[in-house]
């Protein structure tokens, strides 16, 4: 599902940036990738996280996609021309264009709650990624977004949302397993999960 224009300006405030580069910093002290990996960002807005991930973990290549062409377009004005193969476009979790175990590693900046068939994403990310592949994944719980004062400001799907224990079951469900886990239950969650097999 699209954001919407309040959520859009939200995403690209200099504080969400602020707080994305936070979040970059703690996955990486987490995990590390290989350099020359093969990273894809879901939900990647405007591009200011792909740009980010392309500092902190030096991939082989960044493949970055959002369900809105004009983020898709700001990304491709925002990312500066570098070596590291670039690769932006529209699509849609649910069905990623890529055969079995072709990533490394998948971030999800708070994606995943706008996804009205977010099992199935979960079970398209686990597909994408390599034995040992990362998710790294920061997301948030309905009492955040689907409160009195939210529902009217921001858009999110209304039906099978998921909240923690759900969330929990249905990374076990598509093959991950937790490496590092921070977690307010009633809030969301920030992990670095591993695909296991």
């Not at 599902?1 to 939200?10: D, G």
């Not at 099992?119 to 040992?132: D, W």
């Not at 990374?171 to 670095?192: D, H, N, R, S, Y």
Request: net charge positive.
């Amino acid at each position: 599902m699209k954001i919407n224009w309040a959520e859009r300006v939200m995403v690209n405030s200099p504080v969400r940036i602020a707080v994305q580069r936070l979040l970059i910093r703690w996955f990486k002290k987490k995990t590390r990738l290989q350099p020359g990996a093969r990273i894809l960002e879901v939900g990647c807005g405007r591009g200011a996280g792909a740009a980010m991930l392309l500092q902190a973990f030096a991939p082989g290549a960044l493949h970055a996609m959002d369900l809105d062409l004009a983020m898709i377009r700001q990304a491709r004005a925002y990312l500066p021309p570098r070596q590291t193969a670039i690769f932006l476009y529209v699509g849609d979790v649910p069905h990623l264009p890529y055969p079995d175990a072709a990533l490394d590693a998948v971030f999800g900046f708070g994606v995943l709650h706008h996804v009205p068939d977010w099992r199935r994403g979960l079970a398209e990310i686990a597909r994408v990624l390599k034995p040992g592949g990362r998710y790294f994944v920061e997301e948030f719980y309905p009492p955040l977004y689907q409160n009195f004062i939210a529902r009217r400001i921001f858009l999110h799907p209304e039906e099978d949302r998921f909240h923690s224990a759900d969330l929990h079951q249905a990374l076990k469900t598509a093959g991950f397993a937790w490496q590092a886990v921070l977690e307010c239950p009633m809030l969301g969650i920030l992990g670095v999960t591993v695909k296991e097999g």
